[in-house]
DNA sequence: ATGTGC
């Protein structure tokens, strides 16, 4: 990235002071080197976003933040609709209310190991994965809309796993504020017959090891122990999250300059919030955030029925669920006054720091859990929202490792067959549709997950507590 | 991300 304009103010964040019609100034929390590595389009989407009306302190952006559609991905913007604020349906992103759940197993490594070939085989037998995969279960209208309103709550009323399990779920599982009538029957049908399903790209689910724990209390407040086996699930809200966002898309760039709004790109297309199409696009998002939290729980039902054939002795409960895809209306201090504001974050996890009301009780005195998910190679790691994440990005933190390489490119350079059988090589078992799909997502296509944590952690957004070793993926 | 798209 081309530094000039930039002021690095602490070791790992960059301010660039609002210039032309920015609003705001644009902040990127990075060290020096992921700040070089970082794409030029990255400090021109978010210094965009700094222009949007009635946006809040600054536009940030994450450490793994890339070009984005509009938005970068690792972007965060807050938005006071009593001040013109807007949502934007690129700040949200296609893939609405995408997010990871932890699960544990209750499992030790040792126990895994045996197992591990018939657990990657049964998971992917149980699972459906990649592009346009479909399920088990169609809904009929009446049940979609329910579906639509209820989230991971409606799952559960369903028999799709337990009460206890939506504790551990952000909103307890059901989003307020769904409006399944602004969600077009295109969007609906489309997701008829895709409820518990993976998707495609980067989502994965995975069988992962704790290899190395660096924050003993929040390990122990998770439940969390070295060689302990959990799953993560990365998925979102499949076929209708994008298609909602691709109608809204259209709507809100064709009604942008009625309502006096200048875009600086066609891809930030946006509405104010207190207008009726930023209203429709909010029920709509919202509806899509529940269908994303009930496509993760009903997996989390298919997880359990593949690890009860295998490994009976497992006892698979939830440690968190948590989007990172959103927009959603919180309330932060802005200059020592609580303001109530439209938070966006696109391809940043929510990081609600210790003491926030809105964690569960037993997790409220540590933080949120944050769950990043690195590539099938690398590994994940396990983050607990910082106390100073609410005062440096609205209580947010990085996503991701973020990808070094675009698809295509990653397509010249790797065959799935080798990336499988190399992974193979090191204990790491992957079951996939696609080998396409594999090769786009070799491990060498994405950034040092590692060096991304570390500077979440050192900028104050969220602090390490474990590390997650891959055992099996199963991936779309 | 996606009933993948030039």
């Not at 790209?201 to 069988?207: A, D, K, R, S, T």
């Not at 929510?350 to 964690?359: I, K």
Request: with cysteine; proline share 5%.
């Amino acid at each position: 990235m081309e530094l000039s304009g930039w002021v690095q103010d602490e070791a790992y964040r960059w301010r660039r002071p609002p210039t032309g019609a920015m609003r705001v100034p644009a902040v990127i929390y990075a060290s020096a080197a992921l700040m070089a590595e970082m794409d030029d389009k990255v400090a021109e989407q978010i210094a965009n976003v700094a222009t949007l009306p009635g946006i809040v302190e600054a536009a940030y952006a994450m450490p793994d933040a890339h070009w984005g559609y509009g938005f970068p991905i690792g972007g965060v913007a807050a938005f006071d609709p009593d001040l013109g604020g807007v949502v934007s349906a690129g700040g949200v992103g296609f893939d609405i209310s995408c997010g990871v759940r932890a699960l544990h197993t209750g499992l030790r490594v040792g126990e895994l190991r045996p197992l591990k070939e018939a657990l990657a085989d049964t998971l992917f037998g149980e699972v459906p994965a990649g592009v346009g995969s479909t399920g088990a279960i169609s809904l009929a209208p009446a049940e979609m809309d329910a579906m639509l309103e209820g989230g991971a709550a409606w799952a559960v009323a369903r028999g799709y796993g337990t009460s206890a399990d939506l504790v551990r779920v952000e909103e307890q599982g059901r989003m307020a504020g769904a409006l399944p009538d602004c969600v077009s029957d295109k969007a609906k049908n489309r997701q008829r017959r895709e409820m518990g399903t993976l998707g495609s790209g980067n989502h994965y689910l995975e069988v992962q090891e704790v290899s190395e724990i660096f924050d003993r209390a929040a390990a122990a407040a998770f439940g969390l122990a070295q060689g302990d086996v959990v799953v993560s699930i990365h998925c979102g809200s499949r076929g209708l999250g994008h298609q909602i966002g691709t109608e809204f898309l259209r709507d809100m760039a064709k009604s942008a300059a009625g309502f006096g709004i200048a875009l600086p790109d066609r891809e930030l297309a946006c509405a104010p919030l207190t207008s009726p199409v930023g209203e429709r696009y909010l029920g709509a998002m919202r509806g899509a955030i529940n269908c994303a939290m009930a496509n993760r729980q009903i997996i989390t039902h298919l997880t359990r029925a593949a690890f009860a054939r295998i490994a009976p002795e497992a006892e698979l409960s939830v440690l968190y669920d948590v989007s990172h895809n959103t927009c959603k209306l919180e309330e932060h201090q802005v200059g020592g006054v609580p303001r109530r504001l439209f938070v966006h974050r696109k391809g940043a996890t929510r990081a609600f720091g210790p003491g926030h009301p809105d964690l569960p009780s037993d997790l409220r005195a540590v933080g949120q859990p944050v769950m990043i998910g690195g590539s099938m190679g690398t590994g994940s790691y396990m983050l607990v929202g910082a106390a100073t994440a609410g005062e440096r990005a609205f209580g947010s933190a990085c996503h991701g490792a973020g990808r070094s390489m675009s698809r295509h490119q990653a397509l010249r350079t790797w065959r799935g067959r080798a990336v499988i059988d190399e992974l193979a090589g090191r204990g790491i078992l992957i079951r996939s549709p696609s080998y396409r799909g594999v090769a786009e997502e070799a491990p060498g296509a994405y950034k040092d997950v590692t060096a991304v944590v570390d500077e979440a952690d050192q900028a104050g957004l969220a602090r390490k507590v474990a590390r997650l070793k891959p055992h099996v993926c199963v991936k779309g």
